[in-house]
């Protein structure tokens, strides 16, 4: 049986995009949002730009998703992250959740914002402690994975504590046409809350998208079960 991958605050651009993405590479998805009707409606949006062989997508409120997803995705803004997680810990007890979220601020410019536990992913490993957190897709341009037209290019470094775990998101970014990258354990999610307010700026800056790839990396030589102090 096919797993079901759901979002957490599943209607915004980057939810939007990644949901998109991996239906059309086959996989069934939950979008998720305080109103079950709007995330239902924007379900209804996706399956039909997915097109033919896509996986199954449907909608739900958050509460439904969490339950329902084998693997969760949190794509809800920074500030509302505390709120959804205490609702739902309980039901991400043993599943994979991949943190995409960033602890951004904007005035003056984009930065990334101080979190007492270090980083929004590690503050939702302590908000749902029964979850096995990973960081991904932080630096990932949401209007181009909502673009199926454009074929996608980059780099997605995951972080987390568990090797199996990061290689199982590795596989989800090559799965949209990106490739994953094993980046060592969760403590870098500061590093890449921290990077993504520096490509946001040099988009600005510079009028694109931009994104990241690392040079020099042969996936013949990976060695993403090295420990997690890396």
Do not use: W, Y
């Amino acid at each position: 049986m096919s797993e079901t991958i759901g979002f957490l605050g599943g209607t915004g651009p980057l939810g939007r995009g990644l949901a998109l993405r991996l239906a059309a590479a086959g996989h069934d998805v939950v979008l998720g949002s305080r109103e079950a009707g709007k995330a239902q409606a924007l379900a209804d949006e996706v399956r039909a730009a997915a097109g033919e062989g896509a996986g199954e997508v449907r909608g739900g409120t958050n509460g439904e998703v969490a339950a329902q997803a084998d693997i969760v995705f949190l794509t809800m803004p920074f500030e509302g992250q505390r709120t959804v997680l205490e609702q739902v810990a309980h039901d991400l007890d043993g599943k994979l959740v991949v943190s995409c979220v960033n602890a951004l601020g904007f005035d003056g410019g984009p930065h990334a914002l101080p979190v007492a536990e270090g980083s929004s992913a590690e503050e939702a490993r302590q908000l749902a402690p029964g979850a096995r957190v990973v960081g991904a897709f932080h630096t990932v341009s949401a209007p181009k994975l909502e673009d199926l037209s454009r074929t996608l290019e980059g780099d997605v470094p995951v972080v987390g504590d568990d090797a199996h775990d990061r290689q199982r998101v590795v596989d989800l970014a090559d799965a949209v046409g990106l490739r994953g990258v094993h980046a060592g354990s969760l403590r870098h999610s500061h590093t890449l809350e921290a990077l993504t307010a520096m490509i946001i700026s040099v988009n600005k800056l510079h009028g694109t998208s931009a994104g990241i790839a690392f040079t020099g990396i042969d996936p013949d030589r990976a060695r993403p079960d090295q420990p997690t102090g890396a």
